[in-house]
């Protein structure tokens, strides 16, 4: 598969090892999908206003209306904003996959003599990205509108290197939602239908123990309420508990199982059956 | 080792689940040549394109391009061919220059190569006006041809074209066809599939005929005509009443009639004399010609000769083509 080979063009033989060559073409299209983050609107906009609008949203107009203890709400609401954000932001890559299908270019890409999960690869990456910029601007906003964090760095560090995870875990899921949909609408929902329910039925917004019983066992024991209460822990001084580690093993388990899964698809499904 | 033949497939077979789509195909594409796949949609065109560009694997076969197997040197078929496929896949929000260097960065030239090749096929395909704009503001005819230029970044020497006109409007595929001539004068192999026999008709040495997943019929687009006899006489009864009696009239054999168009068609025998004779019988029975024409046949009448369907609905074909593109 990447051995190297030859170069038609003017007869010039190129030889490289075949990660150099998966370094090569990773790269070429990581610069393509940051392109996307600038140039479709979309993508701009959902960079850029949703996270300011879900911080504004809770913080203002259902904030009042929650108790959260000890801890005010916006220094509890900042860590589920974050999450959420960063789950809805690592959706983009099955809607990409799934354009990229319709469209054809992943025939085309395929047709190449290159090391194609580089695709999948670049989607990602834009992911990781975009995820980024967007918690910089709620940072921005949670500390204008009164979020009062005590976090050292190593605390930062933690926050960042799980929300990143976090991400790289989520979008190599919505990596196999792009590939198996059949178009662009398809993944929209999926995404959504996913993930709206999967964020507020944790412990993003309010306590669980304000839930019902049975609501209130699954809140607490996925994954996504793991991540929130780490984070939320290392930024305003909660209780850490396990989260921190039993956060780490899910979506280290989750890159691991869906990872294979997502390269295998793209290797072996066909898009169109014409 | 460079093999004289570009393609060769020989016993191409391939079912999806339980639907057979190709039968056992066999042909020879030979370098520097014109090769069309021609046949109506379903006819499996589309599946051998993406056999042979390794999208697909066969369920059975021998099938290698440039000398190499599709199945086992997938990577060296890969850099040996181009391929253009039915959808422009060109990047909507990249401009025309940046799709092509990514694609020549793809192909493995370095950044300054592919600079410079992006340039002279922009040029080449009259795009450099539009080269700094994103693709998303282009045309119909300017995204297929962004889409080809693409697939030649890396000049490779095997160019498969799937359907490359479909949905274009008649300059575009004009310049199309300019194209396709072009590149082949400067010796590239092309195997390019089509429902339009006029395009087979003009841009290929040599044309195999599938339909329903096998080969019906091979040759040049003059040997085609041969099989199915000579001149045409074409002529169309004026009045709609007539029609009938002009058929039972005339009556020959491979008559081809059209009571919607009330258009009669039959192949010569003895020429001009069989002609005059047919006139005189259709002048005692009382019945006008409105219109008359002789001609040499076309790959339409090929069609119809051998598959005993007619061509193609292009007018279906054309309206989904372009519903796709203006996606």
């Given amino acids: 598969m990447n051995e190297p080979v030859v170069s ?42 949703q996270p300011i609008m879900f911080m504004l949203l809770f913080r203002y107009v259902f904030g009042g209306a929650i108790d959260t203890g000890e801890t005010s709400y916006v220094n509890f609401l900042t860590a589920g904003v974050l999450v959420q954000q960063a789950a809805f932001g690592a959706s983009t890559t099955a809607i990409g996959l799934a354009v990229d299908l319709q469209r054809g270019i992943v025939d ?37 509108v009164g979020f009062r964090p005590n976090a050292n760095i190593v605390e930062w560090a ?57 609501l209130r066992v699954f809140a607490e024991n996925q994954p996504i309420t793991h991540a929130i209460e780490a984070m939320r822990a290392w930024m305003v001084g909660t209780p850490v508990d396990n989260h921190g580690w039993i956060s780490l093993i899910w979506f280290i388990g989750i890159i691991a199982v869906s990872m294979p899964i997502a390269t295998w698809l793209f290797r072996h499904q066909t898009p169109r059956s014409a | 080792m460079v093999s004289e033949n570009a393609i060769v ?7 999806f ?50 000398g190499y197997d599709v199945v086992r040197e997938g990577d060296k078929v890969r850099a040996s061919i181009g391929l253009s496929g039915q959808f422009a896949a060109v990047d909507e929000y990249l401009t025309g220059f940046e799709n092509l260097e990514m694609m020549g960065q793809l192909y493995r030239l370095n950044l300054a190569q592919s600079r410079s090749r992006s340039q002279e096929l922009l040029e080449q395909f009259e795009l450099v006006d539009a080269a700094a704009r994103p693709v998303k503001t282009y045309s119909g005819g300017m995204r297929r041809r962004l889409d080809l230029a693409a697939s030649l970044v890396a000049k490779p020497p095997i160019l498969f074209l799937d359907e490359p006109t479909t949905g274009l409007d008649p300059r575009s595929r004009l ?31 040599r044309i195999v005929v599938i339909d329903v997943g096998k080969v019906i019929a091979e040759g040049s687009s003059d040997e085609l005509k041969q099989q199915v006899g000579g001149e045409r006489l074409e002529l169309t009864v004026a009045q709609a009443a007539d029609f009938e009696r002009a058929c039972q009239v005339i009556d020959g054999e491979m008559l081809h009639t059209d009571p919607e168009s009330r258009t009669i068609s039959l192949v010569s025998k003895q020429g001009m004399k069989q002609f005059k004779q047919i006139l ?17 046949p076309t790959l339409d009448d090929v069609f119809l000769a051998l598959t005993g369907h007619g061509a193609v609905k292009e007018a279906d074909e054309e309206g989904k083509a372009v519903g796709v593109d203006a996606r």
Avoid: C
Avoid at chain 2, 291 to 296: A, C, E, V
């Fill in chain 1, 8 to 49: 038609t063009h003017d007869g010039t033989v190129v030889y490289r090892p075949p990660l150099g060559w998966a370094v090569n073409d990773s790269w070429v299209l990581i610069k393509r999908s940051l392109k996307h983050i600038t140039r479709n609107l979309d993508q701009l906009l959902s960079v850029l206003i």
């Fill in chain 1, 108 to 144: 085309r890409f395929r047709s190449l003599p290159m090391f194609s999960p580089a695709l999948l690869i670049g989607h990602i990456v834009a992911d990781l990205t975009r995820n980024t910029i967007s918690a910089i601007i709620m940072f921005v906003v949670a500390f204008a």
């Fill in chain 1, 158 to 214: 933690l926050v960042f290197g799980l929300l990143l995870l976090f991400t790289l875990a989520i979008s190599w899921m919505s990596a196999i939602l792009g590939l198996l949909v059949k178009s662009l609408e398809a993944a929209q929902w999926f995404a959504f239908l996913l993930i709206l329910p999967l964020t507020f039925l944790s412990s993003a917004y309010v306590p669980t123990d304000s839930m019902p019983k049975a």
């Fill in chain 2, 9 to 15: 497939i020989k016993d191409l077979r391939k079912s």
């Fill in chain 2, 17 to 66: 689940k339980d639907v057979v789509v190709l039968e056992g195909i066999d042909f020879v594409v030979r370098r520097g040549t014109v090769f069309a796949l021609l046949g109506p949609n379903g006819a499996g065109k589309t599946t051998t394109v993406r056999i042979l560009s390794t999208l697909l694997p066969p369920d059975s076969g021998q099938i290698t391009v440039n």
């Fill in chain 2, 175 to 205: 310049v199309m066809w300019n194209i396709i001539k072009e590149l082949v004068a400067g010796g590239t192999t092309i195997l390019l599939t089509t429902q339009y026999l006029d395009e087979a008709d003009q841009l290929a040495d």
């Fill in chain 2, 280 to 296: 005189d019988r259709l002048d005692d029975a009382d019945i006008e010609v409105e219109d008359l024409s002789l001609r040499r």
